[in-house]
């Protein structure tokens, strides 16, 4: 089976994000003062193939844990539905 997973990663809430810090601060220039506390991160899209969610489930875990996220510095989400 063939399946899609949608992945968030972002920084931990407890880390400066001086990209979303200075989106923040922009805000204000282009007439939208009250949007704050931005956050910037990356979003990833894989397809994979595995005979079970459950299977692609721990693949798609695997990738973001040893490849994909910075687990020291960032959090990683995922969605996983069938392609």
Not at 15 to 38: C, F, R, T
């Amino acid at each position: 089976m063939k399946f899609k997973a949608e992945i968030d990663v972002m920084p931990l809430d407890a880390l400066l994000d001086p990209q979303g810090k200075a989106v923040s601060n922009s805000m204000k220039n282009i007439g939208l003062p009250e949007i704050q506390g931005v956050r910037i991160g990356k979003h990833i899209r894989l397809f994979i193939e595995a005979d079970s969610k459950a299977e692609a489930q721990k693949k798609v875990e695997t990738a973001c844990k040893e490849m994909l996220a910075n687990q020291i510095m960032e959090s990683f989400h995922f969605e996983l539905s069938e392609a």
